[in-house]
């Protein structure tokens, strides 16, 4: 199952690159809950996937060559807490964003029930129950 799992999240990243943004939705269940980090100026929970397409959408919009590349990922049980790398430049600007944020995806029969955003990497890793110590 943690295979499977990773394999899921892999996937979810390939498709957020590629902007199929249908693709991933599928991914994820029907209603679907997407906590932004508490620390984001525009904190929220997005419930369902027509909510979390219009979060990715700004996201997009923002930087319109936004890649997000998995650094490290730790299965605990039906949970996974990855570090990405999210990079690109803004749309407007063209002024280079850079930046790690933790994820943690709670999973169920393949498709995504749950995202929660962390700013904060070791807070994610105790919110997942991921020793300091362990590796990928």
Do not use: C
């Amino acid at each position: 199952m943690e295979s499977a799992n990773l394999q899921t999240l892999s996937r979810l990243g390939d498709l957020f690159n590629s902007r199929d943004i249908d693709g991933y939705l599928r991914t994820l269940d029907p209603v679907v809950e997407w906590r932004v980090a508490r620390e984001d100026p525009e904190t929220t929970v997005h419930h369902g996937r027509e909510q979390v397409r219009g979060y990715l959408q700004r996201w997009i919009d923002a930087f319109a060559d936004l890649r997000l590349d998995i650094e490290e990922a730790h299965t605990v049980s039906d949970r996974v807490l990855t570090v990405l790398r999210m990079q690109g430049h803004g749309s407007g600007s063209s002024v280079p964003f850079d930046q790690r944020v933790s994820f943690i995806f709670s999973l169920r029969d393949g498709q995504v029930t749950k995202v929660e955003e962390f700013f904060d990497h070791d807070e994610a890793r105790r919110a997942a129950g991921v020793d300091q110590a362990s590796t990928k």
